[in-house]
């Protein structure tokens, strides 16, 4: 049974480039969220789907970061001028909306890195 | 607001000796509590939850988790050690919405087994 699935794993860009992080959610699942980690902030929650609709963005952190998900197996967090901050770890993860005291399944991460 | 403390940024263990990851949590309402692992360059992966019940939950890998509401604490343990338990280990706690709900996340404690 395959797990979450993100693409890239690496993505090295230079400042001011456009950024597409991928996330593929289990199939069946219909809740999907984004993290980020780093050193400093741990790990913050981006940005939390409910069947295909955004339900808490709060945690983007500026208007450089968007997020969609078009369908329920496909979601994409964008970031739009990069900058070196935002060098870190994206997660996906997702989990069932009628288990909402259930577990999150994680994919592996997408490692950014802006210089 | 609902957030998760872990007091330990690491702790360091003998291998075959007990351990113990400590984590307290601050939630209105019922509390529901979680325990990730995260090995490196990889994902978090699901060892245990605390829903409802018993209050020593038993996960993965031989770990449990004694849920103390007195104290409000949820500690992660295991009886014996083993040197393949160094990781990261995460504290969580889900925030129910009318519908599904988010993890917010303690900021982690480094585990240490030494031969």
């Known amino acids: 049974d395959a797990g979450v699935i993100q693409s890239p794993r690496h993505e090295v860009t230079e400042m001011g480039q456009e950024v597409t992080l991928r996330c593929k959610p289990i199939?069946?699942?219909?809740?999907l969220f984004w993290y980020r980690q780093t050193m400093m902030r741990g790990l913050e929650l981006l940005i939390y789907?409910?069947?295909?609709?955004?339900?808490?963005d709060s945690g983007m952190p500026e208007d450089r970061f968007s997020a969609k998900m078009p369908n329920a197996s496909f979601s994409t967090l964008k970031i739009q001028p990069s900058e070196p901050r935002d060098s870190a770890v994206y997660f996906c993860?997702?989990?069932?909306?009628?288990?909402?005291?259930?577990?999150?399944?994680f994919g592996e991460g997408s490692r950014l890195t802006v210089l | 607001a609902q957030s998760v403390a872990q007091p330990e940024d690491q702790v360091n263990v003998a291998e075959g000796n007990p351990l113990t990851v400590k984590c307290t949590y601050s939630?209105?309402?019922?509390?529901?509590l979680f325990w990730y692992v995260q090995y490196p360059n990889r994902g978090l992966q699901f060892l245990l939850k605390?829903?409802?019940?018993?209050?020593l939950v038993k996960g993965s890998y031989g770990f449990e988790a004694e849920f103390n509401k007195s104290q409000t604490s949820f500690h992660l343990k295991k009886p014996s050690a083993l040197v393949s338990d160094s990781a990261l280990y995460f504290c969580?706690?889900?925030?129910?919405?009318?519908?599904?709900?988010?993890?917010?996340f303690g900021q982690g404690t480094e585990l240490s087994v030494k031969p």
């Open positions: 605390y829903i409802t019940g018993d209050n």
């Open positions: 993860a997702s989990s069932l909306v009628t288990a909402p005291t259930g577990e999150l399944f």
């Open positions: 199939s069946g699942h219909n809740s």
């Open positions: 789907f409910n069947n295909n609709v955004p339900i808490d």
């Open positions: 939630v209105s309402g019922n509390p529901y």
């Open positions: 969580a706690v889900r925030v129910l919405y009318n519908q599904g709900g988010k993890l917010i």
